[in-house]
């Protein structure tokens, strides 16, 4: 099953068209914790060469850490799945495209998930954050939402989904992610 290319490749062309003066990192295939330690040295690195604050670097890192996460969680495995990632600067932000295939209906529960967030203001977000942590329902593998709940805080809302189904059940998930580059 192919990532739909057109879509991520519309993206990019977009992302440099709109003064992304770099792509940082792009990534289409099965994606591994490997690949994800390579991306955060890469981005980490384009980061740091840009000149961007720590606070900066450390947003960026964290949101790309948890939408990679999100993706070989969602993908069935815990080692690796199927995805395209892109990451890319402009002047003012870091712009994270996250492409992965997941069933129909956790496609349409992420989607409600990010519109829920995507509602809240900081001082909802904090309390969420605070009771999701309190919360014993949480298990080593996550499932609580706070990989999501972290993107939300970290990142400019709203956070952008689109769904594209296949159908078969199955779906393509799209989050896109803005960071800005202000400490």
Not at 31 to 44: I, K, N, Q
Not at 45 to 54: E, F, H, I, T
Not at 149 to 164: D, E, G, K, N, W
């Amino acid at each position: 099953m192919s990532l739909q290319q057109p879509s991520v490749d519309q993206m990019r062309g977009q992302m440099l068209a709109h003064g992304a003066d770099a792509v940082l990192w792009d990534h289409s295939g099965t994606l591994t914790r490997a690949d994800l330690e390579a991306a955060v040295g890469r981005v980490e690195a384009g980061s740091l060469a840009a000149g961007d604050p720590v606070a900066v670097r450390k947003r960026l890192i964290s949101v790309l850490v948890e939408g990679v996460e999100n993706i070989l969680h969602h993908g069935g495995e815990d080692q690796a799945a199927e995805g395209r990632v892109l990451v890319g600067r402009t002047g003012g932000a870091y712009r994270i495209v996250l492409l992965n295939h997941v069933e129909l209906a956790t496609a349409a529960l992420l989607q409600h998930r990010i519109e829920v967030l995507n509602a809240m203001d900081e001082v909802a977000l904090m309390e969420h954050y605070l009771m999701l942590l309190s919360n014993d329902a949480r298990t080593a593998r996550g499932g609580a939402g706070l990989g999501l709940l972290t993107m939300a805080r970290r990142s400019q809302r709203p956070m952008q989904v689109s769904i594209a189904t296949n159908g078969d059940g199955r779906a393509v998930f799209c989050l896109e992610l803005v960071v800005p580059r202000e400490g």
